[in-house]
């Protein structure tokens, strides 16, 4: 695994993450874990990544529209409500697979539900990997 420190947290460079992925989640007690993507990401990328976790904790999909528009307090307040209807909490995971706009949107959303919980990034553009995933430009 390669991987560098940044803050609190590893990037971690992988071409198939996935196993580095189910490491980390079978350390951790999560309660559940939520994907967050977009209507991109849902067609492209979504079976992809649900065929790969290995875990036997929940996995709940949520899905926002796609584009620079939608990042805006109405699509935050439209997850942190999934989120809240599909139970989340404290120990919740939330990974973000897409681009710049789930990356910030899904980060922003993990750091204020609930006080914060966990996410992880899992971008899939070349912008988000070098800006939108790294950083703390999604506190508050």
């Known amino acids: 695994m390669r991987s560098i420190a940044a803050k609190d947290y590893p990037i971690v460079f992988e071409n198939e993450g996935y196993i580095h ?3 980390y989640l079978s350390k951790l007690n999560y309660s559940t874990i939520f994907v967050l993507v977009d209507t991109n990401t849902h067609e492209h990328c979504l079976a992809r990544v649900l065929s790969n976790l290995e875990t036997t904790v929940r996995i709940e999909v949520i899905e926002i529209d796609a584009g620079e528009q939608y990042k805006n307090i109405e699509t935050c307040s439209g997850v942190w409500n999934a989120l809240s209807e599909l139970d989340g909490d404290r120990k919740s ?3 973000n ?3 710049g706009v789930v990356t910030d949107l899904g980060g922003f959303v993990a750091c ?3 006080r914060g919980i966990d996410y992880i990034n ?3 553009s070349l912008l988000a990997m070098v800006d939108a995933s790294v950083g ?3 506190g508050v």
Do not use: C, H, S
């Open 97 to 99: 697979v897409g681009g």
């Open 21 to 23: 992925l189910n490491q």
């Open 136 to 138: 703390g430009k999604t």
């Open 93 to 95: 995971l939330m990974i």
């Open 122 to 124: 899992v971008p899939t």
């Open 112 to 114: 204020t539900f609930k």
